[in-house]
């Protein structure tokens, strides 16, 4: 039925056979793994060095904390493509090439995350802080106590761009992993497409598979992501 032109809207008999056949036969399972494993680690560090960094650039002072920020800014206008040579050859002098540790260490800080972060932290009053400081309480303390409660909704933004990107990278992972035990889920369905150029119904089963993990985390996330919006919206 996928073949037909126009495709019918609904199928005539409804059926879980191709997922079986993308799991069992193209092993899909282990590909599925290993796409959740690098997303959520690099959501997970990305989120916490973003938020250091951007809380450091918002609220701390340092010598030479504007030059650093602008110099940051610049450097967004070079292609992520121009890095990718310099950094592989890098991993591979250390030994990170074909492994997990490779696949994640790039998506562990982005620049766009540290400016977003910082952006919606410089609207935290300095009072605050100062007050918190009087009172005796260390940068730490104020770091986890009052300043994370506040920059949730930008964390919950930030953690859902930083794993779609990661989970739909597929440059990346084609370069650094060779080893097909350790390929993610979008190049996984790329081979699939050259091997099964004609069973669409395989691939179309492997494109909601690689959906609906990203659904189901805006769904549990999308009322902080929303709040995150609608504070944007009013400060703006």
């Known amino acids: 039925e996928a073949g037909h032109f126009p495709p019918p809207l609904l199928p005539s008999s409804a059926t879980l056979h191709n997922y079986r056949e993308l799991f069992l036969r193209a092993g899909m ?17 990305s989120v916490l060095f973003n938020t250091l960094a951007g809380y450091a650039f918002a609220k701390l002072r340092f010598r030479g904390r504007d030059r650093a920020f602008r110099a940051l800014l610049a450097a967004l206008v070079i292609p992520a493509q121009v890095s990718m040579m310099p950094l592989f050859l890098l991993l591979k002098q250390m030994g990170l090439v074909n492994t997990y540790v490779g696949a994640i260490v790039p998506g562990m800080a982005g620049i766009f995350g540290i400016f977003l972060v910082r952006q919606y932290a410089r609207s935290i009053p300095d009072e605050l802080l100062e007050a918190a400081r009087i009172d005796g309480a260390g940068e730490w303390r104020i770091f986890f106590q009052i300043v994370l409660p506040v920059l949730k909704p930008i964390l ?81």
Not at 31 to 39: H, K, Q
Not at 172 to 181: C, E, Y
């Open 156 to 236: 919950v933004t930030l953690a859902i761009f930083s794993f779609l990107g990661a989970w739909n990278d597929f440059m990346w992972p084609l370069i650094v992993l060779s080893d097909q035990g350790l390929q993610t889920l979008p190049v996984a369905l790329a081979s699939l497409s050259r091997e099964h150029v004609m069973d669409y119904e395989l691939m179309m089963a492997g494109s909601v598979v690689t959906v609906v993990p990203v659904l189901v985390l805006f769904l549990v996330l999308q009322r902080y992501y929303l709040q995150g919006l609608l504070l944007g919206s009013v400060k703006g």
């Open 29 to 45: 399972g282990r590909f599925l793994f290993n796409s959740l494993l690098i997303s959520t680690c690099v959501m997970v560090l």
